[in-house]
């Protein structure tokens, strides 16, 4: 009974989880269509890349006319949080063979969030699916919408639409960085990073010198 | 390189990046450093995104009052504790006005 109880509240976790933040692929979609990307790239990125932070990476960096390779390897780098995503998650899933493959692809915030929120293992396994399932059906189908709208529009900037990357990613740092002040100064000091070495190097290289702010604090 | 090789290239290796962990040795995350490590990166890459989204356009620092604006907005919503979109709702809405005002 116990264990009905469990996973009835891992469903209902994943469903609010996967529903609500999948959403957020309208914004996407919106955004790699102001940035230039045409909507069959926004709806590949969602479908193959399927990690948002990484997504928003691509796209801005292509929209502030980045170079192309930086701008990849910014995104990638971002994407390296879901390598200690998955070291904690396969504990918990112990998923082999073909059903790896699979899950590997749903290994992003949200999914891993869910998953180490229950208490069970089991719970844990139904919490990922179905926040896997929930979010990547929705977040493809708003990343469609948001790009198809979009690319109707004559002028994407005069609705505020560049703005959309920048606040999603505030609001993915924020219950972060409201907890922790080592945190604040490390985000200020990426920041400081990237915008004085703007004028001198390539579109997408000062981000990823941001991330020699992370040795700082580590040493420190 | 065409955009849509760097697109194919960030599929396959956000895929990969995926599921090296699910398939690495389970020692590599007791290392502390490790772990640090997976802690602060994001958020040292997130901050300086928004600084650059935000503050720079070609290759130069630029001081948008409509975005700024934005910005704000985006604050006292999350302040306010306002759900994801409504965030992203605010800071678009606002930016647009600004714009719109300002011609």
Redesign the interface.
Known sequence: MEQTTHRSAAVRDGFGVGL??G??GL?FGAAAVTAG?SVP?AC??SL????G??Q???T?A?G??GD??A??L??????????????????L?K?RGPR??L???G??DETTAVSLAQPTSESARTGFAVTFASLYVTWNLTTLAGAYGTSFLGDP??????????????????P??AKSTE?RV??????????CA??FLA?GV??L???A??LV??VR | ???????A???A???A????????P?R??EHP??????E??????????????????????RFDP??MA??GA??VA?LLRA???V??A????????V??LTG
Request: contains cysteine; charged residues 10%; aromatic residues 6%.
């Open positions: 609500a933040v959403l957020s914004a990307l790239q590949v990125l193959l890349t399927f990690t932070a990484s928003f990476a691509l801005g292509v502030a006319g192309l390779v701008a990849t910014g995104a990638l780098l971002l994407g390296g949080r879901n390598t200690l995503y998955g070291l904690r998650l396969a504990d899933l998923v790896r493959l899950a590997a692809h290994v992003i900037d005069m609705l505020g639409l560049d703005v959309v990357g920048p606040a999603a990613f505030l609001a993915i740092l924020w972060r960085l945190l490390l985000a200020a000091a990426g920041a400081a990073i990237a915008l703007t004028p579109p000062p981000v010198l941001a991330a702010a992370v604090v580590m | 390189m065409t955009l849509w090789w760097a697109i290239a960030l599929c290796g956000c895929y990046l995926k599921l090296a962990g699910l398939a690495a389970q590599v995350l450093a490790v772990r640090r490590f997976a602060l990166v994001p958020v040292a890459l997130l901050a300086a995104l928004i600084a650059v989204q935000l503050f720079t356009e070609e290759g130069g620092l409509a975005r934005g910005l985006a604050v999350l759900p994801f979109l965030v992203l605010a800071a678009a809405v606002i930016t647009a006005l714009r719109i």
